[in-house]
């Protein structure tokens, strides 16, 4: 089933939810707030997804599906919806950092690419800059031009 995906401006359930989730929430503020896209159940924010753009290259974060609602391709929904939504603003590159979910980024496409290679913008990001441990995978996956 495919769900409506919206842009979520509640900051609290969006860290409720990343928290819950195992995920990185204190770079989240009304001063610094990433875009964020979600899938909502009975007004719950129950999947939720961050887009950081700049120009042609973009930073994927903060994907979570809360606990009761894994396994029914919310996840791949709005990774998907995140693709073409940079995409149609210009990005052509992604990236990702991650512990935990690798194999399932891999599976939608993103390669992992050393930290060398990956462009100033997404460095000074906090996620890259000091949220993500240094080990933490990074991933990219190409989303235009073929
Ligand atoms: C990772 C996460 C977002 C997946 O959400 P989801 O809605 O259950 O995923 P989907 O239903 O779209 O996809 C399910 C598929 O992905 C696989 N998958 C789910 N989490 C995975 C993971 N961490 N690593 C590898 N594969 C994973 C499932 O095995 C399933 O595979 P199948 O299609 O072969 O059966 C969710 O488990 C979650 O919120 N985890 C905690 C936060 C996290 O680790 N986020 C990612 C890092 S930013």
Redesign the pocket.
Known sequence: MVEIIKPIAKLDQIRSL?DE???QVSDISHVHCPLFFGIQSDSCLI?VIGLELFGPVGL????????A???????????SFAEHYAAERGVDTLF??????????Q?LGYEQVARSDVPQAIRTTSQFSSLCPASSDVLSKRIAGG
Do not use: D, E, P
Request: aromatic share 6%.
């Open positions: 990343l989730s195992g995920l999947a994927i974060r903060s994907l979570a599906v809360s606990k609602h894994r396994g029914n391709r919310l996840a791949h929904q709005l990774v990702l950092l991650t512990t935990t979910a690798s194999v399932f980024f599976q």
